[in-house]
């Protein structure tokens, strides 16, 4: 008999904050990694404790520029080529977002393997990790929009059918990200907490979604409830420094109405353990480029090459 879901949400009538049952940190995994900790206790606690771990200029300027041009290729290779990958801003119709980045792009196929970033997401989810999702974000000066309030597990658990919080995302910085040009934001200790929402789950809602959610958003009192509690922080830094944060921590991000566009590469690292089912309710799974679930293979560390 299949046990119940422990982490329901768009089949009731009211949202709810429910008990986290997975770990933050997994170091009691059963699958031993033959590597040095990138970690110190510090940022392992801190990581346990708000959700997110922000490492300043893991990346030196060169690796930076070498990244931010093949991220600037691809936006101009993509912009007109009508691919499914591309995500317009709602308005302008400039490139919100490329999808499927480690997939279309060498340099990115190679910069996912990074021990810098890799050995994070396996020390952190105690496990070997594959790439769940991949994009750029490129939020554009003056017309980038904001992005709503949520947790990622939420989604990816209702419509992707992933099991478990055993899952992170990691977004390296390719331009400054300031205070004022929509950075990430995120809600401290958030993630232990599961917050359930109303509203049944179109079909194809990934369509809409990927440009302003309107499924599985947070109730305004429960949000209010996790700030008070945890505060809002905003992560902002130089190019070259990454955040990594937990699948279940709330988050999102203020509009760009200043002249300087806010760009990162985005890696969503999930445990190999922790593949994906069917979606909740019957839906039909979202495209590969967006939840992978073909050639699901552990990555191996790799340095970057700057060629």
Same mark, same amino acid.
């Given at each position: 008999? %299949? &046990?119940?879901?422990?982490?329901?949400?768009?089949?009731?009538?009211?949202?709810?904050?429910?008990?986290?049952?997975?770990?933050?940190?997994?170091?009691?995994?059963?699958?031993?990694?033959?590597?040095? #900790?990138?970690?110190?206790? @510090?940022?392992?606690? &801190?990581?346990?404790?708000?959700?997110?771990?922000?490492?300043?200029? *893991?990346?030196?300027?060169?690796?930076?520029?070498?990244?931010? !041009?093949?991220?600037?290729?691809?936006?101009?290779?993509?912009?007109?080529?009508?691919?499914?990958?591309?995500?317009?801003?709602?308005?302008?119709?400039?490139?919100?977002?490329?999808?499927?980045?480690?997939?279309?792009?060498?340099?990115?196929?190679?910069?996912? +393997?990074?021990?810098?970033?890799?050995?994070?997401?396996?020390?952190?989810?105690?496990?070997?990790?594959?790439? /769940?999702?991949?994009?750029?974000?490129?939020?554009?000066?003056?017309?980038?929009?904001?992005?709503?309030?949520?947790?990622?597990?939420?989604?990816? /658990?209702?419509?992707?059918?992933?099991?478990?919080?055993?899952? *992170?995302? +990691?977004?390296?910085?390719?331009?400054?990200?300031? $205070?004022?040009?929509?950075?990430?934001?995120?809600?401290?200790? #958030? /993630?232990?907490?599961?917050?359930? +929402?109303?509203?049944?789950?179109? $079909?194809?809602?990934?369509?809409? #979604?990927?440009?302003?959610?309107?499924?599985?958003?947070?109730?305004?009192?429960?949000?209010?409830?996790?700030?008070?509690?945890?505060?809002?922080?905003?992560?902002?830094?130089?190019? !070259?420094?990454?955040?990594?944060?937990? +699948?279940?921590?709330?988050?999102? #991000?203020?509009?760009?109405?200043?002249?300087?566009?806010?760009?990162?590469?985005?890696?969503?690292?999930? &445990?190999?353990?922790?593949?994906?089912?069917?979606?909740?309710?019957?839906?039909?799974?979202?495209?590969?480029?967006? @939840?992978?679930?073909?050639?699901?293979?552990?990555?191996?560390?790799?340095?970057? @090459? %700057? @060629?």
């Amino acid at each position: 008999m %299949l &046990s119940q879901d422990p982490y329901p949400s768009r089949t009731q009538n009211n949202a709810g904050i429910l008990a986290r049952h997975d770990p933050v940190l997994y170091a009691d995994a059963e699958v031993p990694l033959q590597q040095v #900790s990138p970690l110190d206790a @510090a940022q392992r606690a &801190s990581y346990q404790q708000n959700g997110f771990l922000l490492m300043p200029d *893991l990346f030196k300027p060169d690796e930076v520029a070498y990244l931010f !041009g093949a991220m600037q290729t691809m936006r101009e290779e993509f912009t007109h080529a009508g691919r499914k990958e591309v995500i317009a801003e709602p308005g302008s119709g400039e490139v919100r977002s490329i999808f499927n980045v480690h997939r279309l792009n060498e340099i990115f196929a190679n910069l996912v +393997c990074d021990p810098r970033v890799l050995n994070v997401a396996r020390e952190i989810l105690g496990s070997e990790v594959y790439i /769940h999702q991949s994009r750029i974000n490129y939020k554009p000066g003056f017309t980038g929009k904001e992005f709503y309030w949520h947790s990622d597990f939420e989604t990816w /658990h209702s419509e992707d059918g992933m099991p478990a919080m055993r899952a *992170l995302s +990691c977004s390296i910085l390719l331009t400054d990200n300031s $205070d004022c040009n929509g950075p990430l934001m995120l809600i401290p200790g #958030s /993630h232990h907490h599961y917050v359930s +929402c109303l509203g049944e789950t179109p $079909d194809e809602n990934y369509k809409t #979604s990927l440009k302003k959610q309107d499924v599985g958003v947070p109730d305004q009192i429960l949000l209010r409830y996790l700030a008070d509690m945890g505060g809002i922080k905003s992560c902002a830094g130089k190019a !070259g420094s990454v955040v990594f944060f937990d +699948c279940n921590t709330m988050h999102g #991000s203020n509009g760009n109405i200043t002249p300087y566009p806010r760009s990162n590469v985005f890696f969503v690292y999930n &445990s190999i353990a922790n593949q994906l089912e069917a979606p909740k309710g019957g839906l039909i799974p979202r495209p590969e480029f967006v @939840a992978a679930r073909e050639g699901i293979v552990a990555l191996s560390p790799q340095a970057l @090459a %700057l @060629a």
